[in-house]
C-alpha cells in the first residue's frame, strides 16, 4: 500500500455544472503533497468525495485502502480534516471545540495540544462567535495536528493566517514530515507554500487534473528561461536567427549584444551550443518557478500544451 | 443624514428576506379580532347573554390574567378585551423581527459587507425599524377595515387595531436597544423578550387588584398597569370604556415611549464598534470537561436551552390552562343556551373533558412547531457548515442525525406531558379530584403525541430526501393551525379536514379517540422518518 489517497476519473455533476470532469490524483505515503487549482476548480469538492460527504457520479476514489463513500466513518478515525471555511458552534470556546473534534475522531495528544496552541498564539477560553476567520482556522489546524491521524487533509488552511502564522504553519508541516512521516494532502492557490512545502503537486482546472507529479519532473519538462550577453565580436543577430531555427526554443527577443528566450528542456542542448559557438560573455538560466507552471496551465486553457508532455 | 444613507435599499432587502413572514403576520394577526367578534355575535347573540358572560368573565382571576381587564359588555367592549393578548404578539413579532434586521445580521457577518458599502452607520437599525413599524400599522390596518366592514363602529375599530400597532412599535425599539447590548442575537432576544415578560407580569399584578365589575375601578396597584406597555396600550378602552370616551392620548404616550427608546438605541448604536456589544462576552473554559466527547453531548449543548424554554413555557400554560378549566363551569352555569352547545359539543364525559380535549389538541399543534424547530436543525449545522466537522470524523450520518433526533422526540413528548400533568394538578386541586383531573389531562396530552410525530418526521423526510424544501414542514403545521383552529368553523369538507393529523386525535364530540387511527398515524410517522433516514445516508452532504 504506496497509495495514501488514489482517485481516477472522478466526475460530479450539481445539476447543469459539471464540477467534477474525470479528475486523478494520487497521493504517496509519507508525503506533503500539493493540491493546485484556482477557485472553483474542483479543490473542495474533490475533498468532500474523499472524505465520502459526496458521492461521485462516476469514478473511483479510495482513500488509506479504503472505498471512500462505503468505509468513510471507519476511515475519519484515521485522518484529520480542516475544511476551507471553518464555522464553530458560536457558544463553544475554542479549547472545547478543538477537543470535541479532537475526540470525535479518536483521541488527541494533550502536549500537543499546549504547544500548537502556544505556537499559534491562540486564547482557547474565547467564544467561538468572537473568533476572526484566521482564529476559526487555527482551532480547526490545533485540532487536527494534534490528533493521532495518519493523513491530514487540508483545504487552503492558510487563507485566513496572517504571514507570522503561515510561517509558523510550515515550521510545523515540515515537523510532522520529518517526526513521523504523516501523509498529508494540502489543497491551496497559494503558490509559494506549495513550492516550500511540497515535493509533489497535482494542477487542477475545471475539474480535470492538468499536471501532476514531483515538481523537480515538471520544471524539467517545461521552459527554462535563458538570458545570454554574447561577445563584442559574435553575429548577435546570426545567432538569433539560429537559435530561432531551433524547435522549442520561444519567445526570442535579440537586444544590442543581449538574446533572451525560453526554451524547451529538449531543446536545451542545441540551444546552449549554439551561444557556445557564437561566444558567451555572460549568461543567465532560472528554472521555471510554480507561478508560471500554474500560469502556463491556465492560459491554455487546459488542454495539455506541447511543451508538457505527459 | 449620512448615517442614514441606504436605508431605503436596506429595507427593500429587509421585505425581500420577509416576503413570505410578513403578509402572513399583517393577515394572521390582523384578522383575530374580527374572528373573535364573529364567534361571540355567534354565542352571545343578545345584549343580556353578553351582559352575564361580563358579569361572570370580569370575577374570572385567570380572564383577568390573560386578557386584561373587561371595560365593558357591548361586542366590541367583549372583542378588544379577548384580543387583549394580541399586544403581546405584536410585541414578540416585532422585536424578533427588529433583532433578526440588526444584531442577527451583525452576528453572522453579513452587517460588515454592507456596512463597507456606502451605507450610514444607522441604515441598517433604521430599515429593522421601517420594517416592523410599517408591519405593525398594515396590522392595524387590516383590523379596522375588516372590523368595521363587520359593522363595529369605525373609530373603535381603528382604535383596537392601533392598541395592537402601539405594542409592537414600543416592543420593536425595545429590541433595537436590546440589539446594541450583547454580541450574540440569541442574548439580545433572551432581554427583550424577558422586557416583555416583564411588562405582561406587570399588567397582571397591575390589572388583578382591581373590582369585580366590567368597568369597574381598579385597585391600588392600578399604576403598575399604567408603567407597563402592554397594559399602558389597553387604556385607550377603543369602544369607549367606563369613563364613556375612548383615551386617544394614551397613543401619544405610547409613541413618545417608542421614539425615546429608538433614541437610545440610535445613540447606543453610533458609540459601539461593528460586531460588540455594550455588555461583554465572557470567557469559556479553556478546555472541555472530560464528558464532551461524543456528538450526543454536542447536541445537549445545543439543545438544552430550547429545551428549558419549551419545558419551563409549557409547564406555565399548563398552570394558565389548569386554572382556567376552574372557571369553565362557572361561565356557562350562568347562560343555559351555551350550557347547552357546550354538553352537546363535550359529549357524555363533560364540559372540563371537552375543554381539555381543546387545550391539549392546541399545545399539540404548538409543540409541533418545537418538534419540527429541533428537526430542522439537522439542516442548520448542514447549511452553516458544523456538521461537516462532524461528519468528517468518526461520526456516521446516522449516529450525528440520531443525537439530534432524540431531542426532537424527547423534548415535545416532555414538554406535553409536563403541561397535562400541570393542567390536572392545578385543576383537581380545585375541584379536589387530583387523580382524575390528572390521568384525564396526561392522556389527553400523551393522545396528541403521534400527530407531533408525523409533522416531525415529515420535516426529518424533507431533510433526508429534498432538504431544500424544508419550509414545507412548516407549511404543513400553518396548514395544520388552520385547519384545526378555523376548519371547524367554516364547513370545510370531511376530507380536507381530515388531512390534519390533529384532527384524528382531538376528541370527536362526545366520543372518545380511537386506538386505530393513532397506530395509523404512528407507523405513518415511522415510515416518513425511516424514508428520511435513508435520503439522508444516500445524499451529498452539504447539499446546497
Redesign the interface.
Known amino acids: 500500500m504506496s497509495d495514501a489517497i488514489r482517485a481516477d476519473g472522478l466526475v460530479k455533476t450539481?445539476g447543469a455544472t459539471r464540477a467534477l470532469d474525470g479528475l486523478d490524483l494520487t497521493v504517496r505515503v509519507g508525503e506533503v503533497h500539493g493540491f493546485l487549482g484556482p477557485n472553483g476548480a474542483g479543490k473542495s469538492t474533490t475533498l468532500?468525495i474523499l472524505?465520502g460527504?459526496?458521492?461521485a457520479d462516476a469514478g473511483r476514489a479510495t482513500v488509506l485502502g479504503g472505498e471512500a463513500w462505503r468505509d468513510?466513518?471507519?476511515l475519519?478515525?484515521r485522518l484529520a480534516?480542516v475544511?476551507g471555511?471553518?464555522?464553530?458552534?458560536?457558544?463553544?470556546?475554542?479549547?472545547?471545540a478543538?477537543?470535541?473534534?479532537g475526540?470525535?475522531?479518536?483521541g488527541l495528544d494533550p502536549r500537543r495540544r499546549a504547544e500548537l496552541l502556544d505556537r499559534f498564539d491562540l486564547d482557547?477560553?474565547?467564544?467561538a462567535?468572537?473568533y476572526s476567520k484566521g482564529n476559526r482556522q487555527k482551532v480547526?489546524l490545533v485540532a487536527a495536528l494534534a490528533s493521532n491521524v495518519e493523513l491530514l487533509m487540508l483545504d487552503e488552511p492558510t487563507s485566513g493566517l496572517d504571514p507570522l502564522m503561515e510561517e509558523q504553519f510550515r515550521e510545523v508541516i515540515r515537523e510532522e514530515q520529518r517526526r513521523d512521516g504523516r501523509t498529508v494532502l494540502l489543497s491551496s492557490h497559494i503558490l509559494a507554500e506549495v513550492e516550500a512545502l511540497c515535493a509533489r503537486v497535482t494542477i487542477i482546472r475545471g475539474g480535470r487534473t492538468v499536471e501532476a507529479g514531483s515538481l523537480d519532473e515538471m520544471r524539467h519538462l517545461t521552459r527554462t528561461s535563458v538570458t545570454a550577453d554574447l561577445t563584442a565580436t559574435a553575429d548577435t543577430a546570426a545567432t538569433a536567427a539560429g537559435l530561432a531555427g531551433l524547435s522549442g526554443v520561444h519567445a526570442l527577443s535579440a537586444d544590442g549584444d543581449r538574446i533572451t528566450f525560453e526554451v524547451d528542456a529538449g531543446a536545451l542542448t542545441p540551444a546552449l551550443a549554439r551561444l557556445a559557438a557564437a561566444g558567451v560573455r555572460g549568461l543567465v538560466s532560472r528554472p521555471p518557478t510554480l507561478e508560471e507552471l500554474f500560469l502556463g496551465r491556465y492560459d491554455r486553457g487546459g488542454d495539455a500544451p506541447a511543451w508538457a508532455p505527459r | 443624514m449620512t448615517s442614514l444613507r441606504g436605508t431605503g435599499a436596506l429595507t427593500r432587502l429587509a421585505l425581500r428576506r420577509d416576503r413570505v413572514l410578513l403578509p402572513i403576520w399583517i393577515y394572521t394577526v390582523g384578522i383575530i379580532p374580527v374572528s373573535l367578534a364573529v364567534s361571540f355575535a355567534h354565542l352571545y347573540p343578545t345584549a343580556a347573554d353578553r351582559t352575564g358572560f361580563a358579569a361572570t368573565s370580569a370575577r374570572n382571576g385567570t380572564f383577568t390574567a390573560l386578557y386584561g381587564r373587561l371595560s365593558g359588555s357591548s361586542l366590541g367592549e367583549l372583542v378588544a378585551w379577548r384580543g387583549g393578548f394580541l399586544p403581546i404578539v405584536s410585541g414578540l413579532l416585532s422585536l424578533l423581527v427588529v433583532i433578526r434586521h440588526t444584531r442577527a445580521e451583525e452576528?453572522a457577518g453579513r452587517r460588515e459587507l454592507i456596512g463597507s458599502t456606502a451605507v450610514g452607520r444607522q441604515a441598517g437599525l433604521a430599515a429593522a425599524l421601517v420594517v416592523a413599524f410599517g408591519a405593525n400599522l398594515g396590522t392595524a390596518l387590516v383590523t379596522a377595515v375588516v372590523l368595521s366592514l363587520r359593522g363595529l363602529p369605525v373609530a373603535g375599530s381603528v382604535a383596537v387595531g392601533l392598541e395592537g400597532a402601539a405594542a409592537g412599535w414600543i416592543f420593536a425599539a425595545v429590541g433595537a436597544v436590546a440589539a446594541q447590548l450583547t454580541?450574540?442575537a440569541?442574548a439580545a432576544r433572551g432581554i427583550a423578550v424577558g422586557v416583555l415578560a416583564a411588562s405582561w407580569a406587570a399588567r397582571i399584578v397591575g390589572d388583578r387588584g382591581g373590582s369585580v365589575t366590567p368597568g369597574g375601578p381598579g385597585g391600588a396597584l392600578e399604576w403598575l398597569s399604567w408603567v407597563s406597555p402592554i397594559g399602558l396600550v389597553q387604556r385607550v378602552h377603543p369602544y369607549a370604556g367606563p369613563s364613556g370616551a375612548r383615551v386617544w392620548w394614551v397613543f401619544g404616550v405610547a409613541a413618545g415611549v417608542a421614539v425615546a427608546l429608538v433614541a437610545v438605541a440610535a445613540a447606543l448604536s453610533a458609540r459601539r464598534d461593528l460586531g460588540a456589544g455594550l455588555l461583554g462576552?465572557?470567557?469559556?473554559?479553556?478546555?472541555?470537561s472530560s464528558a464532551?466527547?461524543?456528538?450526543w453531548?454536542?447536541a445537549w449543548?445545543?439543545h438544552r436551552g430550547l429545551l428549558a424554554a419549551w419545558v419551563v413555557g409549557f409547564a406555565l400554560l399548563g398552570l394558565v390552562f389548569g386554572s382556567v378549566a376552574n372557571g369553565v363551569t362557572d361561565l356557562v352555569g350562568d347562560n343555559p343556551g351555551l350550557r347547552e352547545t357546550f354538553a352537546r359539543l363535550g359529549g357524555r364525559q363533560g364540559l372540563v373533558d371537552a375543554y381539555l380535549a381543546t387545550v391539549m389538541s392546541l399545545l399539540g399543534m404548538i409543540v409541533a412547531g418545537y418538534a419540527i424547530q429541533a428537526v430542522l436543525r439537522l439542516r442548520a449545522e448542514e447549511v452553516?457548515?458544523?456538521a461537516?466537522?462532524?461528519?468528517?470524523?468518526?461520526?456516521?450520518r446516522s449516529r450525528w442525525a440520531a443525537s439530534h433526533l432524540v431531542f426532537a422526540a424527547l423534548g415535545p413528548t416532555v414538554a406535553m406531558l409536563l403541561a397535562g400533568t400541570v393542567t390536572g394538578l392545578v385543576h383537581g386541586a380545585a375541584a379536589g379530584r387530583v387523580g382524575r383531573e390528572t390521568t384525564h389531562a396526561v392522556g389527553a396530552a400523551a393522545v396528541e403525541l403521534p400527530a407531533v410525530a408525523v409533522l416531525a418526521a415529515l420535516a426529518l423526510a424533507l431533510f433526508g430526501l429534498a432538504p431544500r424544501l424544508w419550509p414545507v414542514s412548516w407549511g404543513a403545521l400553518a396548514g395544520c393551525l388552520l385547519l384545526g383552529v378555523v376548519g371547524s368553523g367554516l364547513n370545510l369538507s370531511h376530507w380536507l379536514v381530515d388531512v390534519s393529523p390533529f384532527t384524528h386525535t382531538t376528541r370527536p364530540p362526545g366520543g372518545s379517540v380511537a386506538a386505530t387511527p393513532l397506530v395509523v398515524l404512528g407507523l405513518l410517522a415511522a415510515t416518513l422518518a425511516a424514508a428520511g433516514l435513508v435520503g439522508l445516508r444516500?445524499r451529498?452532504?452539504?447539499t446546497?
Open positions: 450539481f468532500r472524505l460527504l459526496m458521492r468513510a466513518t471507519a475519519h478515525r480534516y475544511p471555511d471553518v464555522t464553530l458552534w458560536p457558544n463553544l470556546s475554542g479549547g472545547e478543538i477537543d470535541l473534534l475526540r470525535l475522531r479518536g482557547p477560553r474565547r467564544k462567535r468572537s480547526a | 452576528e454580541a450574540a440569541g462576552d465572557r470567557l469559556g473554559p479553556p478546555a472541555a464532551f466527547r461524543s456528538p453531548a454536542l449543548r445545543l452553516s457548515g458544523r461537516e466537522a462532524v461528519l468528517a470524523s468518526a461520526v456516521g444516500r451529498d452532504l452539504p446546497a
